[in-house]
């Protein structure tokens, strides 16, 4: 088992920069990819980012691409996700999940694990 622990959402400024981390703990000595997720109130989960395990390749949604990076340590058993230049449109609940795979996954059914979730609240 593994539990996933995001924070450092919050309610910030159009154009204003966040980052979120997701704390592993666990069987964390497992390799997993990791993914962020979000989900806006009515809408559908939404896939933003993954990361393999290595942390030498990363996949972007194009929504995210060129404003959201996503990194990882290993040693601290860490994932971070770091905005910039949000907009109101990124507010939702920000997820990270864990997939028992060496390969980048976008579809959230890969995954196995999930956080509870950490709230981004973006004003204009």
């Known amino acids: 088992q593994v539990q996933l622990v995001e924070s450092g959402g919050g309610s910030v400024q159009d154009g204003d920069s966040l980052r979120l981390s997701c704390a592993a703990s666990?069987?964390?000595?497992?390799?997993?990819?990791m993914g962020w997720f979000r989900q806006a109130p009515g809408k559908e989960r939404e896939f933003l980012g993954a990361i393999t395990w290595s942390g030498d390749s990363t996949d972007y949604a194009d929504v995210v691409k060129g404003r959201f990076t996503i990194s990882r340590d290993n040693a601290k058993n860490t994932v971070y996700l770091q905005m910039n230049r949000v907009k109101p449109g990124d507010k939702a609940v920000y997820s990270c999940?864990?997939?028992?795979?060496?390969?980048?996954?976008?579809?959230?059914?890969?995954?196995?694990?999930w956080g509870q979730g950490t709230q981004v609240t973006v004003s204009s």
């Open positions: 999940a864990a997939a028992y795979t060496t390969a980048l996954q976008r579809d959230p059914k890969k995954y196995q694990y």
């Open positions: 666990g069987r964390t000595v497992i390799p997993y990819s």
